[in-house]
């Protein structure tokens, strides 16, 4: 992955106790390579054609996984004392047999205040009255119901950390 | 996580205890269902508890309820009764026997001393009066002048005649200072007798001597004598003059034969039964042997069974023994006392007896009557579970008013497990529905992530400039190495799409396994709800009353229910809640029927009866009203799913296909007969007979 100068990798974690979801994540949170032919056709097009739109940065995000509440409190303590917190942090509220998200993201937001949390689940069994005394402030706190749409979470997860 | 053997599940570990029912089947399923309690660690390991209601029950009280069977307090108190009884009875005849009745006896000897004392004081005084007799003849100036033969006129005009007769005397007798007899009488049996007989004057001895030679003013003699006429009571005494100076002029002697006559009159005065014995009678000596070592003055006492004999020895005027007096008390205290031992023994045993019944009745039907209705109303709610029956017991007492407290704390129990299964149903039921949306939201998320994929690939091919490099490949003036060069762009264009196409179709099948995945979801919740009802022994009377309670109060037109008492005699193995919704569901569509046939009253029967379904025993349970009724043709689709008709509907949504298709479920059959529009309708349900009906 090329990084321009002066460009900044967006560090997030994600922890999701379903392998399918994870690599769904994993699609829509990493840029894909060109495959051969689209290089050919972007050199040709950039040969044959006049250019037509403008190119835009997309965003760049490392991403770091895990299934379980309890490793995601142990990789953002890493994360943090390495210098390098993550910047947004994406949690399943259900997770069993370990802690739910909650759980995790209280733990997460004690050791890093300033760290965007996402919590994402099926079905809204905590009430977002308990998840705001839970995992304090408001504004860092954010909720998503799956299914969700990946394409929208990269796009706020984007502007969520340029507003910073 | 299926629980076996029960209906009943946890859905997902937690430090609580979850109930639900098998889901999507009635919330009052709930009761007809065996209960388990499964209890879920802090590992997520379940743990059957086995905690069946009568697991719950306290051990100590189970133990209670097997050692009081039927009848075991009651057996317990009567034989406490008796045993009292026999003991009161006991101490009863130990008193009376050994306190009481020696009492009778000791008043009874006591009687005889006292008769005995009686008969030696009328003889004292029967000797009192004939000392006083010669006491009055004795100092009289005409008498002292006839002993010194100075007045013989006194002879005729005091001693002879009636003299001896008047003064009840038999023995009078005159002597001279010198013991010459001057004038003398003896009478026995008021004939004369001389008075040589007597054998106690004419001879020189001490008696005659004592009786007839006084030298003293003074001098008198008083004693029983043994004569030859018999014994005696013979009185003497000095001869003086009135003024009671002497000299001594002689003795009188006055006697008084105890014979026959004074005895009776002896036991006239005192009313004892007296009799006297002399040392020279025969008779007397037969009987003496035994006493023949009383002394003179002593007393004695012989007790029989029939009598107390009394004994007292008097001697004679020289001391000698000589008169023996008998007397016979009758033990008619003694007699009369046993009779009273046995009355009063008599009168408390049966007392003991009347008490023991009154009491027995009095507690069998205050306290051992109710506490066993009691004991068997708690051990029916140990055994059946069934919260909401009630003990009947009304009294006013304290066992009545326990009886009704415990009515009241089972109903409360009742409401509180109603409550509490209501509540693990409920919630249950959200984890349930909470953990089906969460797998299948959490399967849709990769599908979402594949649209989006498929839609991002769809929009490859407008990105593509081919329109463009095919207008210019059509232009003739396109340079060649420029043609070249589009014929590559058009060349790899479409090897992109069909690479493009390749991913889309791998993203299509992710697709179609995630879809698949929401429908195994779907499917087992679909199986769980499938999970086949618990069926339980159900008294049909009951079910029925139950079920009849869907008509409305109150509505109109009034509808009379005719159930047959002989459905308390059939009992089906059904379930308890499908059945009464469907039952439920006849009687309404009957009501219905009834409405329709614009009736002003309507009657629904219920009659149950024996029958037999391919080779098991069925009963058959038929709803019989009087309304509307259908066709032919309409009966033959009156089961069918969505039917209606305006002869036939169903105002609870549930409808006769859903009732065909529950008792289907529980092993039954059901169908429908009626005559015709017009004539009313007769519902017929089959359902297993219980084993043991």
Partial sequence: MEICEGERLIRVLIADDDEHVLDCYRDAFTEKEPTNHMKALDALAAELFDPETDIVDQPKFEIVSCCQGDDAISLAQEAADSGSPFDVVILDVRMPPGIDGVEAGSRIRAMDPDVEIIFVTGFPDVPLEELQRRVPPPIKLHYFD?????????LDVASMVRTH | ?????TTWQIVRPRSQIHLFGSAFWSFDHIWDAEVALYHAGFDGQFVNCGASLESLCPIG?????????????????????LGVVAVFTALSYVILRMIIAPAF????????????????GAMQTSADNLAAITADWAPWDSIFQYTRGENPAFRKSNLEGLTLENLDLDILAVFAQDGTMMWSKVLVDGAERPTSELGVFNAENATSARLTKHTELTSRTIGIVQTGLG???ISSRAIIRSDDTGPVSGAIVMGQFLNDTRLQRLKERTEVGVEWLFANDGVAASMLPAKAEISPGEMTIDISDAKITSYKMFADINGDPLLLVQTSTPRKISA???????????FLGIAGVLVTIVMWFLLRHTILSPLELLAAHINRIRESGDLTHRSGLNTSDEIGLLARQFD????????????LLDESFKAGKADMAAEVLHNIRNAMTPMINGVERLSRSFEVPSKLRVADAIVELR??????????KFLQYLDISFKHVEETSHVASEDLEMVTVQARQVEAILSDQERFANVTPVTEDLPVNEVVSEAAHVIPKGATPAVHLDIDENLADFHVCAHKTGLLQVLGNLILNAFESIQRAEKHSGEIQFRASDAVLDDKPMIRLTVRDNGRGFSQKIGKRIFQRGFTSKEIASSNGLGLHWCANAVAGMGGRIFAESPGEGQGAEFHVLLPAAQGA
């Fill in chain 2, 231 to 233: 014994p005696a009571l």
């Fill in chain 2, 336 to 346: 009369l006392g046993t009779q009273t031992v046995n009355a009063g023994l008599l």
């Fill in chain 2, 408 to 419: 009241s704390m089972t109903m409360e129990v009742h409401d509180t497990r109603q409550a």
């Fill in chain 2, 475 to 484: 232009n003739p003036n396109c340079a060649p190495e420029r043609r070249e």
């Fill in chain 2, 105 to 120: 006896g000791d008043l009874e000897i006591e009687a005889a001393a006292t008769d005995i004392v009686r008969v030696e």
């Fill in chain 2, 1 to 5: 996580m299926a629980a076996k053997g």
């Fill in chain 2, 61 to 81: 009280e189970k133990r209670m309820l097997k050692r009081t069977g039927p009848g075991f307090l009651q057996t317990k108190v009567s034989l406490t009764l």
């Fill in chain 1, 146 to 154: 799956k299914p969700l749409s990946f394409t929208q979470l990269v």
